[in-house]
């Protein structure tokens, strides 16, 4: 990722190319407060990150602020550049700015890396990769259903709580107990 640390259109051009080459799309919504002791609007912005393929699961990127001064592009400037801070936030980046951070801009090292399967969508609660092995690995059709009602409240939770990682454990449970009552 290239961009001019300066400008917040960059940022924010670079930050959201990023999230659609991920399947990411993030939306903002501003809160805006006049604070009269120093004569400036202060606006925070809180970005949502939804994944394209399923608008269900997203994350939060809180309580982002800058000021504004009272004129008529106070607002705008302070929406921009509080937008800037949630996406430097949601990616960890530094503004390159020394005067915000300290740091000199450098440019990014290439870091590609390619998945070969699609990674497990983890719970911190609950093992996901055992759920997706005992039923991918029943030998018999009576195996797969003890290990279903096994796992059945925490697929259930799953199901509430972390969709990704239910999508998951039902497709392989579904593909298994095909093979097994076509007898694979």
Known sequence: MHFNP????????????ALLDNGLYATCNYLTEIVPN???VMVVCTMRVYDVDDPTQHILVDGCSAFGNLDKFGTGNAMSYSRKYAFLNLLNLKTGIKD????????FE???EQSVEEPTYM??????EDIKHELKNAKSLKDFNIAKEKH????EYLLR?????????????????TQLNNGQ
Not at 162 to 175: G, H, P, S
Request: proline letters at 4%; zero cysteines.
């Open 6 to 17: 300066l400008l917040h259109d960059d940022v924010q051009a670079t930050a959201t190319q």
């Open 38 to 40: 120093i004569k400036q």
């Open 100 to 107: 915000e951070d300290g740091y000199e801009p450098k440019p």
């Open 110 to 112: 290439d870091s590609t």
């Open 123 to 128: 719970d911190e609660t609950i093992d996901v």
């Open 152 to 155: 059945r409240a925490n697929v």
């Open 161 to 177: 709580n972390n969709l990704r990682a239910y999508r998951q454990v039902t497709d392989i449970a579904e593909v298994r107990e």
